[in-house]
């Protein structure tokens, strides 16, 4: 049976929704705020990309996942089955995607991985992964790959539910602070990869028929001179846009928390 709405969740590391709207430099970013379902969603602490993540993409809190800190030592990620994995039992049909350049979410032989290998998923062709290393060698590069991956197998495979991460901004945020300069640079960048992405999947709309919701969040903030992991608001800052494409935008709850999103993902696909 194939889904009814074709699902596509961008995560962006360390992104500062407002402060990059209000450089100008996040254009495709802007549309998207004021023309989507958008609601503010603060992370729990601590503002730390491995348990944020985790807990945006399983559906359960740090309580269960036990992903602390970017070490990942004593995670249960087996008891806490990421998005992908959760969709494949609830449709078994359906076929899923991943790519990302930070290790840890997808790298089947780095720690974790938050996003499950499913071999034999992969095998029969129900499952595939892009894996790069950002890490090692630069986001700037790397999330353009990764981009560029993710939009080939939309244009050419359509998966009914994906996931794409981008790392480049919280990249230059630690190293050049969030008021000015670099971080916008990167902010920038990434905004055109969105545009990029969006434009792939109407391409779909228009050809197919089909129905398509892009859906775009981040893990936290940063301090202004650049850096994260503490309780300010700043840093606990995070938001939750769903852009509906050959169909309404949803109606998902205001002050929806980072552990609902997977449910509202599961109900709309
Ligand atoms: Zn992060």
């Known amino acids: 049976m194939a889904s009814k709405t074709k699902l596509l969740l961008i995560g962006i590391d360390g992104l500062m ?52 800190d970017n070490d990942f030592k004593e995670h249960k990620l ?3 089955p990421d998005f992908l994995t959760l969709a494949t039992r609830k449709f078994p049909e359906i076929k899923t995607f991943a790519a990302a350049g930070w290790p840890p979410l997808i790298d089947p ?54 996931f794409v991460y981008f790392c480049g901004a919280d990249e230059a945020g630690h190293q050049y602070g969030t ?25 779909r709309c228009d050809k197919f028929q089909e129905k398509w919701l892009i859906v775009i969040t981040t893990d ?16 606990r800052a995070s938001f939750l846009i769903a852009h509906g494409i050959g169909r309404e935008h949803p109606s998902w709850p205001a002050n929806i928390k980072p552990e609902e999103l997977v449910g509202q993902i599961l109900a709309t696909i």
């Open 109 to 162: 032989n780095d720690i974790g991985p938050v996003i499950a290998t499913r071999a034999e998923d992969q095998q029969s062709g129900k499952h595939s992964i892009f894996v790069r290393d950002g890490e090692t060698n630069g986001y700037e590069s790397v999330d353009v790959e990764v981009a560029h991956a993710t939009v080939r197998e939309i244009h050419e495979s359509g998966p009914d539910l994906s």
């Open 78 to 80: 087996a008891s806490a």
């Open 17 to 68: 929704l407002q402060r990059a709207i209000d450089s100008g430099r996040a254009k495709t970013l802007a549309h998207l705020r004021g023309n989507s379902f958008f609601s503010e969603m603060i992370v729990d602490l601590p503002t730390v990309s491995g348990p944020s993540w985790t807990t945006l993409l399983t559906g359960v809190t740090q309580s269960t996942h036990c992903v602390i």
């Open 179 to 203: 008021v000015e300069g670099k971080y916008f640079d990167a902010i920038e960048r990434i905004d055109l990869l969105v545009e990029a992405l969006q434009q792939v999947v109407r391409n």
């Open 220 to 235: 936290h903030g940063h301090r202004d001179e650049g850096g994260h992991g503490g309780d300010s608001s700043q840093e």
